[in-house]
Nanobody, 121 residues
Framework: QVQLVESGGGSVQAGGSLRLSCAAS????????MRWFRQAPGKEREGVGT???????TYADSVKGRFAISKDNAKNTLYLQMNSLKPEDTAMYYC???????????????WGQGTQVTISS
């Protein structure tokens, strides 16, 4: 049974930092693309970034230079380091997993329950 559990959310002031974690069980990290998404109230879900099975990362333009995705394959844990946070980063943050197949990331088919991030101005 696959399980993704996010943690590390909270409330910080603008300019601050947070590090989110996503503990995964039931999957081999090297065989999956791990993604972070976020969704603010009244807005569509937005992809934040991805790390593929080989460790390559991509980011949404809105977070480039401020956020960093990393993973620990031994611990099966995904991280999202968020710096220089802005009020517009306020959202529920989700981690998700999709198969990494022949160098391509498939759609995410496993999702965590989310962790809330609130940034005050």
């Amino acid at each position: 049974q696959v399980q993704l559990v996010e943690s590390g959310g909270g409330s910080v002031q603008a300019g601050g930092s947070l590090r989110l974690s996503c503990a995964a069980s039931g999957i081999n990290f090297k065989a999956y693309c791990m993604r972070w998404f976020r969704q603010a109230p009244g807005k569509e879900r937005e992809g934040v970034g991805t790390v593929d099975g080989d460790g390559r990362t991509t980011y949404a333009d809105s977070v480039k230079g401020r956020f960093a995705i990393s993973k620990d394959n031994a611990k099966n844990t995904l991280y999202l380091q968020m710096n220089s946070l802005k009020p517009e980063d306020t959202a529920m943050y989700y981690c998700a997993a999709g198969l990494y197949w022949f160098g391509q990331c498939r759609s995410s088919n496993y999702w965590g329950q989310g962790t809330q991030v609130t940034i005050s101005s």
